[in-house]
């Protein structure tokens, strides 16, 4: 299966056949702790993540990354199991793991960017099938505290830079202490009309 027929099957999936593209997805539950205007301070419980990494600029690896990933949940493992799309599809820059205790602190290397997928709610490393592709891997993800700020438009890097930057001076002034690089989270397919759209950008927080 090429590459723009996978990206237009998740595309479909993700759109929930609406007409606007308005995703209908299942998402990660979470519980908002804090809320001021597009600003939330969430609590996820833990969750499974198919992640892969990719060499290049935000947009130019998104594509790769995208295909690789919907490979595997279109049955591109060794179960030729097929899963339902989730959403958000998240983007953040490739990063080192420094240390296995709290705060786990992440850096850029190079130009690579990570787009992580996450598996249905119940999914366990043991659970689910090898993917065929070595560089699909897995990620389990404890719970956390994430700082969220809202916006429609664009899921671009500019953007990501942008709303980054207002989190993080909120964040500043709040007292948190931010635990991690700030990843983009995509909810809907690429025809969404823009304003339509919701994107976020995370933080991992204390």
């Given at each position: 299966?090429?590459?723009?027929?996978?990206?237009?099957?998740?595309?479909?999936?993700?759109?929930?056949?609406?007409?606007?593209?308005?995703?209908?997805?299942?998402?990660?539950?979470?519980?908002?702790?804090?809320?001021?205007?597009?600003?939330?301070?969430?609590?996820?419980?833990?969750?499974?993540?198919?992640?892969?990494?990719?060499?290049?600029?935000?947009?130019?690896?998104?594509?790769?990354?995208?295909?690789?990933?919907?490979?595997?949940?279109?049955?591109?493992?060794?179960?030729?199991?097929?899963?339902?799309?989730?959403?958000?599809?998240l983007q953040e820059p490739a990063s080192e793991k420094?240390?296995?205790?709290?705060?786990?602190?992440?850096q850029k290397q190079g130009n690579s960017w990570v787009?992580?997928?996450?598996?249905?709610?119940?999914?366990?490393?043991?659970?689910?099938?090898?993917?065929?592709?070595?560089?699909?891997?897995?990620?389990?993800?404890?719970?956390?505290?994430?700082?969220?700020?809202?916006?429609?438009?664009?899921?671009?890097?500019?953007?990501?830079?942008?709303?980054?930057?207002?989190?993080?001076?909120?964040?500043?002034?709040?007292?948190?202490?931010?635990?991690?690089?700030?990843?983009?989270?995509?909810?809907?397919?690429?025809?969404?009309?823009?304003?339509?759209?919701?994107?976020?950008?995370?933080?991992?927080?204390?």
């Open positions: 299966m090429g590459a723009w027929s996978l990206l237009l099957m998740t595309s479909l999936l993700l759109a929930g056949c609406s007409v606007l593209g308005k995703r209908e997805s299942a998402e990660p539950p979470f519980t908002v702790l804090e809320k001021e205007g597009e600003i939330e301070i969430r609590q996820y419980g833990g969750m499974v993540l198919a992640e892969t990494v990719v060499d290049g600029g935000y947009g130019q690896s998104s594509g790769q990354a995208f295909s690789r990933l919907a490979g595997y949940i279109f049955g591109k493992n060794r179960s030729k199991q097929k899963f339902s799309m989730t959403a958000p599809v420094l240390s296995m205790t709290a705060p786990v602190l992440q787009m992580s997928f996450v598996m249905p709610e119940g999914s366990t490393l043991a659970s689910l099938p090898e993917p065929l592709d070595p560089s699909v891997t897995f990620r389990e993800v404890g719970a956390k505290k994430v700082a969220v700020i809202s916006y429609s438009g664009l899921h671009s890097e500019s953007n990501l830079r942008s709303y980054a930057e207002k989190l993080t001076v909120w964040l500043g002034k709040r007292g948190f202490r931010s635990l991690s690089a700030p990843r983009a989270a995509s909810y809907d397919p690429p025809w969404t009309i823009p304003f339509l759209r919701r994107n976020e950008v995370q933080i991992d927080v204390e």
